[in-house]
T-cell receptor, first 115, second 112 residues
Framework: GAVVSQHPSWVICKSGTSVKIECRSL??????MFWYRQFPKQSLMLMAT?????????EQGVEKDKFLINHASLTLSTLTVTSAHPEDSSFYIC???????????FGPGTRLTVT | QQQVKQSPQSLIVQKGGIPIINCAYE??????FPWYQQFPGKGPALLIA?????SEKKEGRFTISFNKSAKQFSLHIMDSQPGDSATYFC???????????FGKGTTLSVSS
């Protein structure tokens, strides 16, 4: 149980285009989802927290107009990187948890490369 | 106040050894301490977690030791195997709905 999927697993896009990444909880209701960014050989950096049906809460320094997060259902959250630039190239990972529980389960990650 | 300090940064042990990874925290409001294992190119996987009401928890070859007064917790991997070679992250949170605060990670290499 507690499986989280992400799609796509990797994506290459041209500078200036937008990319959407999906995060799904497959066997539980994800009342809260988190989006992280990870650079090579570094720890996970929290970008934003989203609760189902509410606007996402972004961490300081994360541009909310650039990283659009939607959490419209209890099993799906999406991250859209708008007008992507090479510096947005990174490994994006989502995680999900159910209300009242501490356990947080991560997706397999999405490798974004902006050319 | 929100940091979780993890050490060592890297660790090399021989097969069968017992690597120990340590974490320390400052925020006494933290009440959930998980460990995650991450392989290259993959998302972190929840290994084991502990709450402050116990001092030790074992799951298979993985053991968490927790010292509330010292505000420290550690991961022990018994009979380590080459397949345990990965990056390990400790984390902490202070409420069921909040995000985890992660340590910087420890890269473990188990030689055969």
């Amino acid at each position: 149980g507690a499986v989280v999927s992400q799609h796509p697993s990797w994506v290459i896009c041209k500078s200036g285009t937008s990319v959407k990444i999906e995060c799904r909880s497959l066997d539980f209701q994800a009342t809260t989802m988190f989006w992280y960014r990870q650079f090579p050989k570094q720890s996970l950096m929290l970008m934003a927290t989203s609760n189902e049906g509410s606007k996402a809460t972004y961490e300081q320094g994360v541009e909310k107009d650039k990283f659009l997060i939607n959490h419209a259902s209890l099993t799906l959250s999406t991250l859209t990187v708008t007008s992507a630039h090479p510096e947005d190239s990174s490994f994006y990972i989502c995680s999900a948890k159910n209300r009242g529980l501490y356990e947080q389960y991560f997706g397999p990650g999405t490798r974004l490369t902006v050319t | 106040q929100q940091q979780v300090k993890q050490s060592p940064q890297s660790l090399i042990v021989q097969k069968g050894g017992i690597p120990i990874i340590n974490c320390a925290y400052e925020n006494t409001a933290f009440d959930y301490f998980p460990w995650y294992q991450q392989f290259p190119g993959k998302g972190p996987a929840l290994l084991i977690a502990i709450r402050p009401d116990v001092s030790e928890k074992k799951e298979g070859r993985f053991t968490i030791s927790f010292n509330k007064s010292a505000k420290q917790f550690s991961l022990h991997i018994m009979d380590s195997q080459p397949g345990d070679s990965a990056t390990y992250f400790c984390a902490a949170s202070n409420q069921a709905g909040t995000a985890l605060i992660f340590g910087k990670g420890t890269t473990l290499s188990v030689s055969s």
